[in-house]
């Protein structure tokens, strides 16, 4: 359950890398600030979370799972290597759940934002570098998480965390290009302008493009094409309306919700199509 002070709009947080962010929304709210300068006080060794925007525990690690709930985070505060069968588990202090329930609120809020579209992110895509927005369906992954230091997103395999997009910033709704470009002002409002009229064109055929990949590039049974290939194909279907730019957006886009089979097999080269 949200608390009313993360319900506000995230206007502060447009523009922000992906690390910064977590910091100014997470870490140094107030209440886990102050909170987080008690901990400090009683137990020095929690200091790199509060200070550097770390998960708790005894190793340095900046990864923190973007579906992670309050009794996880707590435990993590007095977890150890070193195990003893013969000694009870370690119990955190209240001050540490008390942070941890504000750390999950916070980071849950921070996911919502991004989850419902009130924030848009954009990052280099690992398997093609191809910067563009990541999809809002990616952030109901419970095998994501998110590297506070180098404003990354991470997919957990074999339990380390492996770049899916580097470099991720957050831009509001209204500062996003592809949202930006319905912003064209209309003299006559029922017949629309040439220039917006194009955009729609323009827009559609994006549309149609990620739309035709996505029906390509999801088929297993469909063989892998090289980029070349593909745009050589969106061109003869679009040759007017769709920029390589664009298109490689698209590609990006397409491949992000792809299984990672798949992905594996359209994110490199694959076999060139057969001559008929």
Known sequence: MLSE??????????????????????????????????????????????????????????HWPLHISAADIAYAFV?????????PLPT???????????IADRLAALVSYLAQGQLIAVGTFNATGVEGPIGTGQWRRADLV???????????????????????CLQ???????????????PNAEEPTRA?????????????????LGAMM??????PLTNTQLWRDAKSKWPKTLSK???DRCRATVLSTLSEKQRYFWGRPGPRRKQS
């Open 5 to 62: 002070a993360v319900k506000r709009a995230p206007d502060d947080l447009g523009g922000l890398p992906l690390a910064e962010a977590f910091h100014r929304h997470v870490i140094q709210d107030d209440e886990i600030a102050e909170i987080g300068r008690r901990i400090m006080q009683v137990r020095p060794g929690n200091s790199h979370v509060f200070l550097e925007g770390q998960f708790p525990g005894a190793f340095v690690n900046f």
């Open 79 to 87: 977890s150890s290597p070193v195990m003893f069968l013969d000694r």
């Open 92 to 102: 955190p202090s209240e001050l540490e759940t008390a942070a941890s329930t504000l």
């Open 146 to 168: 998110i590297d506070v230091k180098n404003s990354a997103i991470c997919e957990m395999k074999d339990h380390r965390p492996v770049a899916l997009w580097t470099g991720v």
């Open 172 to 186: 509001l709704p209204d500062q996003h290009p592809s949202n930006a470009q319905f912003v064209v002002s209309r």
């Open 196 to 212: 917006r009229k194009q955009i729609q064109t323009k827009e559609n055929s994006r549309r149609r493009c990620v739309d035709w």
């Open 218 to 223: 999801s088929d297993p049974s469909a063989s």
């Open 245 to 247: 730019r664009e298109f």
